[in-house]
């Protein structure tokens, strides 16, 4: 079926169009432009979204992920959520029927892409069931959810703060989205809504599971993927990022993500 585009009514990685036949997994890809919001939306079947180029942020009640292409975010069935595409990007939407959910992740997650799994999502998400016979397809299900099983969780989640609109966390952590690179520290936070440092830091950690310090820096190092895969020079995404130098920038990458933001670029 190949990529369909917005225009085309893919965005929202639409699956009312597709005859399933009943198969435990099927798919729909489409293609996203720089800037494209696809609206809190939600699926009655589990959900493997896979972006193969670009880099796809997945936003939702339990947490924000930023998805490169070399993993995918797993949602179980009926989660609310909302895509970001901070670059232009392909993406490949998978569904998996609720019965075999319970063989794949209890937990939302981003999941590492094999080159196995990458081939079987590209080839469910761009089959043609009234073209490709249904059982070769089945199979191709099976080998997915045999793989997907068996892939690590990787350390891609930004857990949102929890409780209604009113929880002042909520409005720290939506300014530190907007502006990653935000030098104010937890004090200063603290003075700004009004309460002590050591409530501040309470209530943090109540809300998002993580201290703010951690938390600051998951945000940054999963927003700098996005600069380093428009191209930008390290040392302009250390900064951008709230780093004061090329070398703590890299040290705290490689911490997190197991490889320094030179590999990671290179292999994009």
């Known amino acids: 079926m190949g990529f369909s585009s917005p225009e085309d009514g893919g965005h929202a990685l639409d699956l009312s169009t597709k005859d399933t036949c009943g198969l435990p997994v099927f798919g729909v890809a489409v293609r996203y432009p720089a800037g494209h919001i ?8 589990g959900h493997l979204i896979y972006a193969n180029h670009g880099l796809l942020r997945v936003e939702a009640e339990s947490g924000q992920w930023l998805v490169p292409p070399t993993a995918a ?37 981003v999941v590492h892409v094999s080159g196995l799994l990458r081939e079987l999502i590209m ?28 892939q690590p969780a990787l350390p891609l989640h930004l857990p949102w703060p929890t409780g209604d609109a009113g929880n002042p966390v909520q409005h720290v952590c939506q300014a530190l989205l907007d502006n990653p690179g935000d030098s104010a520290t937890a004090v200063e936070w603290a003075n700004r809504l009004a309460m002590g440092d050591k409530t501040f830091h309470r209530r943090f950690l109540q809300s998002t599971g ?21 191209g930008i020079p390290i040392t302009q995404v250390a900064l951008a990022s709230g780093y004061d130098s090329h070398s703590a920038y890299s040290t705290a990458f490689s911490k997190q993500f197991g490889r320094p933001p030179s590999v990671f670029a290179a292999n994009l």
């Open 210 to 230: 993580m201290t703010f310090g951690k938390w600051r820096q998951q945000l940054r190092l999963m927003s700098s993927l996005t600069l380093l895969m428009q």
């Open 123 to 150: 080839a469910l998400a761009q089959a043609d069931h009234q073209i490709i016979p249904s059982k070769r397809i089945h199979l191709l299900g099976e080998l997915l959810v045999e793989e997907l099983h068996t």
């Open 38 to 45: 696809v609206p809190l939306h939600k699926h009655a079947y």
């Open 73 to 109: 975010v797993w949602l179980r069935s009926g989660v609310a959520h909302r895509l970001v595409a901070p670059v232009a990007l392909q993406a490949c939407g998978l569904f998996v029927r609720e019965d075999v959910c319970p063989r794949l992740p209890e937990r939302d997650c």
